[in-house]
């Protein structure tokens, strides 16, 4: 049962939490338990049983495991259903505490890797962006792709090599999900190894940067993150508020997109207090209608190469379509090779042998409307599109501890370089790989 969406029951523990931060009372995860619930294959009878509890979901595709969070009182129902499950975090609370934001640690220069040993605040954020600029001064500017809803800028950096700007596009989007801090840390990390490198004079990185612009922007959705970081840290959404009254805010940046928004009803919801909340129209949002203008400046310019949304957790290499599990694309063919070359450079260059399953959204993990990887590619017409979901499978899910940062952003590095050497069609002809999609621009 791939795609499952979740009912109003599962998110009750999220909605109720929405509603009482409304008043901006801090959220405690003290007591809070998360549980891997086993499903064997028949997640039906699982999902029959959890009915009777109230519960968050962390996971959507639920074919063999059911990711949960359980508050305190609801521990003693879900012990009488003898489930069979492993402890990812005995108390929440906890390891949130563990995780806290250390911005004393860092001693405000980008030239070295402390940055990456903790996790910072929205501000420490962007002064490190101003930092890596400052260390490339020539090849790079600060730049916005607009503001959030609550008027905080989408700041990122573009960098480009010799012979200045104006070549084919490299676009990472990271943050989308508040919750999700690894993904801001990936990115700042292939933002410093690009200028480090590049002026170190490494062959690839120089080769990769004089070819292509890169276009990084860590945290596409500041409100949610800042969110996070005072009040709510499993929040998802951004913090739009509801409509019609709603008491619930925030909408799915990544269910909002303007291709594929309504395709399918098991992509998103239409309900204000899901984590996966879609909106009342197709790009509703302030931060998704900058991010859009900037992709399609891009299609417009030179075109978009690559583009690369980050998240967390599951260990995935994603490539369109998600909105149905069906419809292949016709350059599946090349991004799946691409995706397999560039697990298994992380598998090699990872202590931890870090394993990444890759395939069509949809078919491989969930089906999802509105979601940015799809219209890119389609809108955006860029040559690959992918999502990736980082490190990990399930031992901390999105309470990534501090210690695991820097292996989980250093083992992406090759996987990039290795993908960048691979955007030239020339590497899939004569292989029977390369196909053009025609009409790929046509209402879904």
């Given at each position: 049962m791939r795609g499952f969406r979740l009912s109003s029951i599962l998110t009750t523990v999220a909605v109720g939490a929405s509603a009482a931060l409304t008043n901006g009372r801090s959220f405690s995860y003290d007591g809070y338990k998360v549980f891997r619930v086993k499903t064997h294959a028949q997640p039906s009878v699982v999902q029959e049983k959890l009915s009777n509890i109230t519960f968050e979901q962390w996971n959507h595709d639920v074919h063999s495991h059911i990711d949960i969070v359980l508050a305190p009182d609801q521990l003693p129902g879900f012990a009488e259903l003898d489930l069979e499950y492993d402890i990812m975090h005995d108390d929440l609370g906890g390891s949130i505490a563990a995780e806290s934001v250390h911005s004393s640690l860092w001693k405000r220069q980008a030239g070295g890797l402390s940055w990456f040993d903790s996790y910072h605040d929205y501000q420490d954020h962007i002064q490190y962006l101003q930092s890596l600029h400052d260390l490339f001064p020539d090849n790079s500017e600060i730049i916005s792709s607009g503001s959030s809803y609550e008027n905080r800028s989408l700041n990122g950096i573009h960098l480009w090599g010799a012979g200045g700007p104006g070549k084919?596009?490299?676009?990472?989007?990271?943050?989308?999900?508040?919750?999700?801090?690894?993904?801001?840390?990936?990115?700042?990390?292939?933002?410093?190894?690009?200028?480090?490198?590049?002026?170190?004079?490494?062959?690839?990185?120089?080769?990769?940067?004089?070819?292509?612009?890169?276009?990084?922007?860590?945290?596409?959705?500041?409100?949610?993150?800042?969110?996070?970081?005072?009040?709510?840290?499993?929040?998802?959404?951004?913090?739009?508020?509801?409509?019609?009254?709603?008491?619930?805010?925030?909408?799915?940046?990544?269910?909002?997109?303007?291709?594929?928004?309504?395709?399918?009803?098991?992509?998103?919801?239409?309900?204000?207090?899901?984590?996966?909340?879609?909106?009342?129209?197709?790009?509703?949002?302030?931060?998704?209608?900058?991010?859009?203008?900037?992709?399609?400046?891009?299609?417009?310019?030179?075109?978009?190469?690559?583009?690369?949304?980050?998240?967390?957790?599951?260990?995935?290499?994603?490539?369109?379509f998600g909105y149905k599990e069906t419809l292949y694309a016709p350059e599946l063919g090349k991004w799946t090779k691409a995706a397999q070359y560039v697990s298994d450079a992380i598998r090699d260059s990872s202590a931890a042998l870090t394993t990444f399953t890759f395939g069509p959204s949809g078919?491989?993990?969930?089906?999802?409307?509105?979601?940015?990887?799809?219209?890119?590619?389609?809108?955006?017409?860029?040559?690959?599109?992918?999502?990736?979901?980082?490190?990990?499978?399930?031992?901390?899910?999105?309470?990534?501890?501090?210690?695991?940062?820097?292996?989980?952003?250093?083992?992406?590095?090759?996987?990039?370089?290795?993908?960048?050497?691979?955007?030239?069609?020339?590497?899939?002809?004569?292989?029977?790989?390369?196909?053009?999609?025609?009409?790929?621009?046509?209402?879904?």
């Open positions: 084919p596009a490299v676009l990472y989007h990271g943050t989308v999900h508040a919750r999700e801090w690894i993904s801001a840390a990936t990115t700042e990390y292939l933002t410093y190894k690009l200028v480090t490198e590049y002026k170190a004079g490494d062959r690839a990185t120089r080769a990769a940067l004089d070819k292509y612009d890169f276009y990084i922007i860590p945290i596409v959705n500041p409100d949610g993150f800042v969110y996070t970081q005072t009040t709510q840290r499993l929040w998802r959404k951004n913090r739009q508020p509801g409509p019609n009254g709603s008491t619930c805010y925030g909408r799915d940046i990544n269910r909002n997109w303007e291709f594929a928004w309504d395709a399918n009803p098991l992509g998103a919801s239409t309900n204000p207090c899901s984590q996966t909340y879609k909106g009342e129209r197709p790009s509703d949002t302030p931060e998704n209608q900058g991010l859009d203008r900037l992709v399609r400046r891009l299609r417009d310019g030179a075109g978009i190469k690559l583009y690369i949304d980050w998240h967390s957790y599951g260990q995935y290499i994603l490539s369109p078919a491989t993990l969930y089906t999802t409307t509105g979601a940015a990887p799809d219209h890119v590619y389609s809108i955006g017409r860029a040559d690959f599109s992918y999502t990736i979901e980082l490190r990990d499978i399930g031992k901390h899910g999105f309470v990534l501890p501090p210690e695991l940062i820097r292996p989980t952003v250093e083992e992406q590095w090759p996987g990039q370089k290795v993908l960048w050497t691979l955007l030239d069609e020339e590497f899939f002809d004569g292989v029977g790989l390369l196909r053009r999609l025609d009409g790929r621009q046509s209402t879904p």
